[in-house]
T-cell receptor
Framework: GAGVSQTPSNKVTEKGKYVELRCDPISGHTALYWYRQSLGQGPEFLIYFQGTGAADDSGLPNDRFFAVRPEGSVSTLKIQRTERGDSAVYLC?????????FGPGTRLTVT | GQNIDQPTEMTATEGAIVQINCTYQTSGFNGLFWYQQHAGEAPTFLSYNVLDGLEEKGRFSSFLSRSKGYSYLLLKELQMKDSASYLCAVEGSGAGSYQLTFGKGTKLSVIP
């Protein structure tokens, strides 16, 4: 497809479980970003990849959150021991030279 | 710290003009973005300002004053489909020059 895609679109999990959220960026975009958006708020930066490496992970809230991008394309955001406060929409964006293109997001609900 | 302020909600009439303001106080600044976000959808790019002044793109215009830490988005000839949240985002305000810091968004309702 032409845009950023994210799977799943919705994820409901129980407190304490592990989840993985996937992002497929636009082909050729070397930069990839993860954001988290809570209801009524703007997106909040989590982590930024340039190629395969995490150039900046300063936005990750704690060590339960981890993200990888092993081949410089698809990225996976991993959340361990989920908590109810992790419930939010997780947005992925990619860019080549500035403008960030966002995916539709994954709505995570922790019960 | 980073502080980006915009009104929470606005209402305007179809066919009218509306101005959405954004003020920012950030530790760094490389540019300012405006995004549109319909409920349940991803943000989509509207405009990017680096230099002071007005950038016009069809019915949408965006203004920036770096000395005042101020921007606005101007929407002309409002249509019902313009009902959405409008997000102001500052680039370069975080640890990296690429980072976007978003405001909470302004929910615009266009009424007939």
């Amino acid at each position: 497809g032409a845009g950023v895609s994210q799977t799943p679109s919705n994820k409901v999990t129980e407190k304490g479980k592990y989840v993985e959220l996937r992002c497929d960026p636009i082909s050729g975009h070397t930069a990839l970003y993860w954001y988290r958006q809570s209801l009524g708020q703007g997106p909040e930066f989590l982590i930024y990849f340039q190629g395969t490496g995490a150039a900046d992970d300063s936005g990750l809230p704690n060590d339960r959150f981890f993200a990888v991008r092993p081949e410089g394309s698809v990225s996976t955001l991993k959340i361990q021991r989920t908590e109810r406060g992790d419930s939010a929409v997780y947005l992925c964006a990619s860019s080549r030279d500035g403008e960030q293109y966002f995916g539709p997001g994954t709505r995570l609900t922790v019960t | 710290g980073q502080n980006i302020d915009q009104p929470t909600e606005m209402t305007a009439t179809e066919g009218a003009i509306v101005q959405i303001n954004c003020t920012y106080q950030t530790s760094g600044f490389n540019g300012l973005f405006w995004y549109q976000q319909h409920a349940g959808e991803a943000p989509t790019f509207l405009s990017y300002n680096v230099l002071d002044g007005l950038e016009e793109k069809g019915r949408f215009s965006s203004f920036l004053s770096r000395s005042k830490g101020y921007s606005y988005l101007l929407l002309k000839e409002l249509q019902m489909k313009d009902s959405a949240s409008y997000l102001c985002a500052v680039e370069g305000s975080g640890a990296g020059s690429y980072q976007l810091t978003f405001g909470k968004g302004t929910k615009l309702s266009v009424i007939p």
